[in-house]
């Protein structure tokens, strides 16, 4: 790397450690295949490869290696493969079963970790009224200018041994679950008959099914007992969730140190922050990319970063007209192409390039490092390519909002879920992405998937390649029905048996798009100039030179044909054709 904040300039794989087989180490096996041979240099591991709980890995519990899916020797195979490894930092969050989070709650205001997570009441005081329900519900000058990533207000609501109970910030996903309760419960309590014992296990299921809090239990016999029924059933209560950590202490800018430590001690050589924009609150501020703060903290983690010879880059969903991509790149720092997936639905959809071009002038005019993708852990975003009002004027996006709607209800009719954002009453405010597999987004059309993947070599920046698309994955309609937080996601995280594997490599689809990705991982002509060459709206035509050497891709949108060729200086050479 011949900067600091240089990315290797090749093709990155993506997965979770079981996205494959059982473990890291059958993925591993996997990229030892002779069809593998020179196809990535990098690969984005994702956080289950560390103690999580919640959010398929991005609730960490800590950061030590889950040896349950991965073994330093697997990491070491990976670093003699010639692969760097890129990890996720969750700057934002933890579990509460981390160390941090069980202290505070075994040990309340004596814990050491007091002040290491965002006591709600405490951070609004002054800024709002205390609500019936014991926490502060801030002035509506705050309340509307908060970013909501769920229904109501982001608290998880904690009773800790002395009784107290107190709101801590939670921005992300949570879950409360009960163990079953039954009538033997509570045979202990003395002069509480079988039957009455009998109606409040029962009272109690309505009131947990029903997501009421256990202190509005009212049946009329249970006042003399009601404090012991309500601490058994506490007893029988288990929180999961992502508390927001409290970027005013010290404590938690030491965590921030040791963990960008260990991640190197691991071999990472570049960190994705993740839900790093939601870091810096303040009173009166959004609680989303706030300036200075978030500048602030950036620059400070940048430092530490640096101490340990890591590349770090923010991971932002943001509103194209917003211009956030813009400052960051600014700043230094590579970003996510999150405008791209939708950008190349849309193409090959409308046989249009426009937007696309858009998109790619952009790119090179601002000097923009990106790392972009297809599908990916997440959903295909839709909120990035809006446009957005910024100090009294209309900055549009790279598509229209009926633009973005059709794509929308594209990808829904071939069976897409989408994601919302909500303001404090819970009401939905906007479209924030649409679950799908990449190759299902498009119909399930293997020619539009080779296309999309000709041009994902042929852009900008870094290729990150989601595992279950080069496989050509379809929609896990189970997989998302099965009812578990944020399960809509689990749309696009089959887990591909070796059998899987072993098939799909027999497979056209998934070897051509293997011959593609080599040729950007390999060709000297991507160390080159990029030039578009001017066509007509419905082709795209796009070369990389390197001295001697020009690759060039020609497409057709509206029938998804392209031809690759290269030219070296002896004339020029068609290396894959593909008509539709």
Known sequence: MSTKNDLQNGVMFNAYPDSIGRNLADTVCMLKKPEFKDAFSLFYILPTIFHSDLDRGFSIIDYDINEELVSPQDLDELNKLGIQIKLDFVLNHLSVRSPQFIDLLENGSDSPYSDFFIDWNEFWKGHGTMGDDCYVVPDKEHLDKLFMRKPGLPIL????????????????????????????????????????????????????????????????????????????????????????????????????????????????????????????????????????????????????????????????????????????????????????????????????????????????????????????????????????????????????DEQIEATIEDIIERGGKTKNLYDADGKKIDYYQVNATFFSALGEDEQKLRLARAIQMFMPGVPQVWYLDLFAGTNDYAAAERGRTASHKEINRTTLKIIDIERGLERPIVLDQLRLIRLRNTSPAFNGEMKVIETEPHLLHISWRHTEVTLTLKADLSDHSFTVSQNDGAGEVVLMSFES
Not at 283 to 307: E, H, M, S, V
Not at 316 to 345: C, S, W
Request: avoid cysteine.
């Open 157 to 400: 609501i904690l009773r800790f041994p002395d009784g107290t109970l107190k709101a801590y910030w939670n921005t992300f996903y949570q879950k409360v679950e009960f163990d079953e309760i039954a009538e033997q419960d509570f045979a202990h309590i003395e002069g509480l008959s079988q039957q009455l014992a009998s109606d409040i296990a029962h009272h109690i299921k309505i009131v947990i099914k029903s997501g009421r809090r256990l202190e509005s239990i009212d049946l009329e016999d249970i006042e003399p007992y009601k404090d012991e029924v309500i601490k058994v059933a506490r007893l029988k209560r288990e929180y999961l969730g992502q508390m927001d950590l409290n970027a005013r202490s010290e404590l938690v800018w030491d965590f921030y140190d040791e963990t960008l430590r260990k991640l190197s001690e691991y071999g990472a050589k570049i960190i994705r922050l993740d839900a790093f924009a939601y870091l810096h609150k303040e009173p009166g501020q959004p609680n989303f990319f706030n300036r200075p703060g978030t500048w602030d903290y950036l620059q400070r983690l940048r430092g530490i970063a640096q101490k340990y010879g890591l590349i770090i880059f923010p991971e932002i969903h943001a509103e194209y007209g917003a211009g956030i991509h813009e400052e960051i790149a600014q700043q230094g720092y590579p970003i996510y192409d999150f405008f791209f997936p939708g950008l190349v639905v849309h193409a090959l959809d409308r046989g249009n390039n426009a937007a696309l071009l858009h998109w790619i002038s952009d790119i090179r005019s601002l000097g923009l490092k990106t790392i972009n993708m297809l599908g990916s852990h997440d959903g295909i975003p839709v909120l990035d390519l809006k446009g957005k009002q910024v100090d009294g004027s209309y900055r549009p996006g790279l598509l229209s």
